[in-house]
């Protein structure tokens, strides 16, 4: 179980670097976005595994992780959120599904088609939706003057 869920977190790294040298991000940012993958994976996972909610539910609180921490981490590095939200979703998106709703359609199963192409969209839909929510929170919640500038005006 513990060989299994590192090798996942792993590769799950190694993809959301990939990604992320396709997408051209500077190179000093690597490391950070390969963090923000491994992190939505790693709650993905958790969920998934650890709860009997299904993979739509998973993607939602595994997208939430990864918005939250490329909020933090663009706050901090003083760049776009899209270079670590992009990459960072990459590990959740049901591209398999997709496929295999292709797949079945191209062989005339059309309930198994069915069947994968409504769990890709809920998947795709948790993910959006979670992104949606921490995009909501106010930008200066995530900037240490904001906390400060509270604390002092009390």
């Known amino acids: 179980m513990i060989y299994e869920m590192?090798?996942?977190l792993f590769c799950a790294f190694i993809g959301t670097v990939g990604y992320s040298v396709?997408?051209?991000v500077?190179?000093?940012?690597f490391l950070s976005c390969g963090f923000t993958g491994t992190m939505g994976w790693l709650a993905f996972l958790l969920v998934k595994n650890g709860t009997p909610l299904s993979s739509a539910v998973a993607s939602f609180f595994a997208a939430l992780v990864v918005v939250l921490i490329s909020r933090l981490l663009t706050v901090r590095m003083k760049c776009p959120i899209t270079i670590f939200l992009v990459s960072g979703i990459f590990p959740l998106v049901p591209g398999a599904r997709v496929y295999y709703t292709v797949y079945y359609l191209v062989t005339?199963?059309?309930g198994k088609a069915a069947q994968e192409g409504l769990e890709a969209?809920?998947?795709a839909f948790g993910i959006v939706l979670g992104i949606a929510v921490v995009l909501a929170i106010p930008r200066e919640v995530f900037q240490i003057r904001y906390w400060e500038q509270?604390?002092?005006r009390k």
Not at 26 to 29: A, D, F, G, I, L
């Open 6 to 8: 590192t090798a996942n």
């Open 22 to 24: 396709l997408y051209n």
């Open 26 to 29: 500077p190179k000093r940012y």
């Open 108 to 110: 005339s199963e059309m």
């Open 121 to 123: 969209l809920k998947i």
């Open 150 to 152: 509270r604390k002092y």
